[in-house]
């Protein structure tokens, strides 16, 4: 029993003192870089539904404020956030959809706001901080946004993010990397539209 209790100590101040270094380092480490980019696969759980939807896409990220998420099954789908704008063009109903960044994104808001050099600990706060199987686990409470009600992170060795798992008030979106790559260059990310899609703009 008295050798638990030690480990249990032992364990907590561990992760006490450890308190938000790894995001810390994976932060710093960001603001080194001009770009990421990386392949993932994506699990929503949605309430009401009994199986879990799943997306296989890629995302390219480029400073200052470029994002774009490609969906490439089960269906395809493009995704492109500049600055304030975003487009998501779908190749199948031939239609893309101009407006302005909705707060919704939450993936996209919280890449925006790495992108730019920002901490997460302007919007969230870390409630813990922990080595697991799969790397350090980075549990995160928003300030503010009450329709989320976490976002978890985890980070691998050289800061590679390996999963980013957000809980809703009814769904859960979950991205495992297969691939997270650091980038020392500008990427050009645009959608090149065929001339006869239909642009909506919102």
């Known amino acids: 029993m008295g050798k638990k209790i030690i480990l249990f ?8 003192s450890t ?14 870089v001009k770009s990421v980019r990386g392949k993932f696969l994506q699990i929503t759980t949605i309430e009401g539904f009994d199986e879990p939807q799943t997306f296989i ?3 390219y990220i480029t ?25 998501i063009y779908t190749p199948e109903e031939k239609q893309a959809i101009i407006s302005k960044l909705s707060e919704d994104f939450i993936i996209v808001k919280i890449f925006k706001h790495l992108i ?9 706060k870390v409630k813990e901080e922990k ?3 799969e790397g350090v686990l980075i549990v995160l409470e928003p300030i503010e946004d009450k329709e989320i009600k976490k976002v978890e992170l985890i980070i691998k ?7 980013l798992k957000i809980y809703g008030k009814d769904s859960t979106v979950e991205l495992q990397f297969a691939e997270f790559e650091y980038l020392d260059k500008k990427l050009e990310l645009n959608i090149d539209l065929p001339a ?7």
């Open 131 to 133: 080595k697991t199987k």
């Open 196 to 202: 006869d899609v239909e642009i909506i703009r919102q």
């Open 63 to 87: 400073k200052p404020d470029t994002l774009k998420i490609i969906y490439k099954d089960p269906f395809k789908q493009i995704i492109l956030v500049k600055g304030s704008q975003s487009t």
């Open 9 to 16: 100590l032992i364990l907590t101040v561990f992760s006490i």
């Open 57 to 59: 896409g890629k995302i």
């Open 157 to 163: 060795n050289k800061n590679k993010l390996y999963k």
């Open 116 to 124: 730019k050099n920002k901490s997460l600990k302007e919007i969230f």
């Open 19 to 32: 308190a938000g270094e790894v995001l810390k380092s994976f932060e710093e480490h960001l603001k080194k």
